[in-house]
C-alpha cells in the first residue's frame, strides 16, 4: 500500500511563490524583436532607375550668339540626348520680357549649335512659358526625358533622434536611418550609366597577341609582365649645368 502524498504546508506554497513571481519576469520579450529599421545603408536607401526630365538652362545673349561656355555645355547636352534621349527635345522659350529679338537670336543659335552637334531640327520642339520673375535673366531651358538613378528614399527625414533618455531604443548601437543617404545620392548622381547599378557591362574582344606573348611567355618561365622603358635622363641633366 502506497503511502498518500502529503500536502505542502501553506506558508511553504507562500515562500515558493514568492521565488516563482521573479522568475516569471525574466521571460523573452515577444513584443519587439530585432531592429525597428534595416541595418544595411543599401535597404534604407535603395537607388532606383527611373526615367526622369535633364534639363540645360541656355540664357539669352544680345544679338551676339552663344559665348564659347554656354556653346560647349549645349554641345556636351547634345551628345548626352543622342547617346541617352528617350523623346523630343523641347526648348521652353520665354515670354514677356521684352527681349523678343534677342530670344529669337538666342533660339536661332541653339538650333544651330545643336544641328553641328547631329542633332537634327525636328527633334527641337519649342514651347513658351513666363518667367515668374521678369527682373531675372531670362533663360531657354532645354529638356528631354532619359533614364536616370535616383535614391527613392528621401534624405534629411528624422522618423528617431539620434539619442533620448526617454526611448530606451534610441541607445542602442544602431545605424540611425539617414547614415549613407548622402553616399547612396552622390552615388546615383555620378554614374555615367544607369544600368551599371542593375547589370555588369559584357566583356570586350580580348587581345589575341597580349594573349599568345604572354602564354609563350609563361612556357619560356619568363616574367610575363609588360616592361616600361624608363627615361635615365637625370632632372639635373634635363634642366642643364653651366
Not at 519576469?25 to 527611373?50: F, K, N, S, W
Not at 514651347?127 to 535616383?150: E, H
Request: some cysteine; hydrophobic content about 40%.
Amino acid at each position: 500500500m502506497t503511502k498518500p502524498a502529503t500536502l505542502l504546508p501553506p506558508l511553504r506554497l507562500a515562500a515558493l511563490a514568492a521565488v516563482a513571481l521573479p522568475l516569471a519576469a525574466c521571460g523573452a520579450d515577444r513584443i519587439v524583436t530585432g531592429a525597428t529599421m534595416p541595418q544595411d545603408y543599401r535597404e534604407r536607401h535603395p537607388i532606383a532607375l527611373a526615367d526622369a526630365a535633364k534639363t540645360l538652362d541656355v540664357f539669352v545673349t544680345r544679338g551676339h550668339g552663344l559665348d564659347p561656355r554656354q556653346r560647349g555645355d549645349l554641345r556636351d547636352f547634345a551628345l548626352d540626348y543622342r547617346r541617352t534621349g528617350k523623346s523630343g527635345l523641347t526648348a521652353y522659350v520665354p515670354t514677356g520680357t521684352g527681349e523678343d529679338a534677342a530670344v529669337a537670336s538666342t533660339l536661332g543659335a541653339i538650333r544651330q549649335t545643336l544641328s553641328e552637334a547631329g542633332v537634327p531640327g525636328r527633334s527641337l520642339a519649342v514651347a513658351s512659358y513666363r518667367p515668374a520673375d521678369p527682373a531675372l535673366a531670362s533663360t531657354i531651358r532645354l529638356s528631354y526625358r532619359a533614364l536616370q538613378a535616383r535614391v527613392a528614399s528621401q534624405c534629411g527625414e528624422w522618423p528617431a533622434d539620434l539619442a533620448g533618455g526617454a526611448r530606451l531604443a534610441t541607445w542602442r548601437n544602431e545605424p540611425h536611418w539617414n547614415l549613407g543617404c548622402a553616399y547612396q545620392a552622390n552615388l546615383a548622381a555620378q554614374v555615367a550609366d544607369p544600368l551599371d547599378l542593375v547589370r555588369a557591362r559584357p566583356e570586350t574582344r580580348v587581345d589575341t597577341a597580349k594573349r599568345l606573348n604572354t602564354i609563350e611567355k609563361w612556357r619560356k618561365s619568363q616574367d610575363p609582365s609588360t616592361q616600361y622603358k624608363q627615361d635615365s635622363t637625370k632632372i639635373n641633366q634635363a634642366v642643364g649645368s653651366n
